[in-house]
């Protein structure tokens, strides 16, 4: 081979290889080829495994709570058109241990009806006891077999609203940061989702400390929520305010629970849905039925099948920004 045909050959292996371990963004920024092998933030986006945007539309399923439901609720979300469920389990502090064989089966269900699987483990909401946080940490370790493998269809938030404290988030950082290296030292590479302190309602917390904790993950792939009730979502400004100032900080961001009303106040629903689509950023309302009386306001669909929805279901599916003219789903089922 001569100097100029070897030149050339390394030049294409070279071009090759950083092709596909770097990222090739389009002009219009919508397909990014990440190196790891399934979901990936990218600044504020979250990517699929084929290197495509993708925005979480999708409710939350009370699977701790209702362990014989499944079968019956998950079928029924898909067919809403939602293209993602955040499903309810438990490591056993407060509620049965949800088992690795469950898992497995949720995460299987979601595949077969085309929704992404957004896991999360309830029992430590509202605490600021860091051995909660770490012993759901070492749960997500027992139960690394229904994540390693299942990148491309699940993402892992670890602890639902850990840190309820309002204050200066330090406490909230140093967590995370620990939660986070520990997950990516056991092998776990799925997206990790981090919600914010406050019960979820302080976004503050990722306004101050959120590069911090993302800067912790090895592979930057951690992204953010916020839980939008009456305070982190009581009406226009403030869900713009927060959805902007998460995004300012180039931080990916997913608000993963909101209702229409809350227990000490409204919440502007048609705000945070308008101001998510302007802004391409993903919503997981709560939740699809079982909430306890006092909270059934909460519930979207009055029976486990879907056939009996709600004013605030009806909204969410077919209202302005909603389910049908919105959601789109994930390019890895296509």
């Known amino acids: 081979m001569s100097k100029n045909g070897m030149l050339r050959f390394v030049l294409a292996i070279l071009f090759t290889v950083s092709s596909f371990l770097g990222f090739l963004s389009t002009e219009k920024g919508n397909i990014v080829m990440a190196a790891e092998p399934g979901f990936h933030v990218n600044g504020t986006k979250l990517y699929d495994a084929n290197g495509k945007a993708f925005v979480m539309r999708g409710v939350n399923y009370p699977h701790a709570w209702y362990r014989d439901k499944y079968q019956t609720a998950i079928p029924a979300i898909a067919s809403k058109g939602f293209n993602s469920v955040r499903i309810v389990l438990s490591d056993g502090q407060q509620w049965g241990k949800t088992s690795l064989q469950e898992i497995n089966t949720l995460v299987e269900y979601c595949k077969r009806y085309k929704m ?74 799925n997206t990790i989702m981090v919600d914010c302190a406050g019960w979820g309602q302080q976004p503050k917390s990722i306004f101050d400390h959120g590069k911090e904790v993302a800067n912790a993950d090895n ?57 998510c689509q302007e802004k391409g950023v993903g919503w997981q309302a709560w939740s699809w039925t079982g909430n306890s009386g006092n909270l059934s306001f909460l519930d979207l669909s009055k029976d486990w099948e879907g056939k009996n929805l709600t004013e605030f279901g009806q909204r969410i599916i077919f209202g302005a920004n909603g389910v049908k003219s919105t959601s789109q789903i994930c390019s890895v089922f296509k």
């Open 116 to 189: 992404i699987a957004v896991l999360e483990v309830h029992d430590a909401t509202g605490s600021d006891d860091f051995n909660k946080l770490n012993q759901t940490v070492n749960y997500w370790k027992e139960m690394k077999r229904a994540l390693i493998g299942n990148e491309k269809y699940v993402i892992l938030n670890i602890a639902n609203e850990w840190y309820g404290t309002w204050d200066d988030g330090n406490n909230w950082k140093n967590g995370y940061i620990s939660a986070i290296r520990s997950l990516r030292n056991e092998g776990i590479k």
């Open 219 to 275: 592979l930057r792939n951690t992204m953010f929520a916020i839980h939008m009730y009456e305070y982190a979502g009581g009406n226009a400004d403030t869900v713009y305010s927060n959805i902007s100032n998460v995004l300012n900080q180039n931080l990916c961001l997913s608000i993963s629970e909101f209702g229409g009303y809350h227990t000490n106040g409204d919440v502007d629903e048609d705000a945070i849905m308008r101001c």
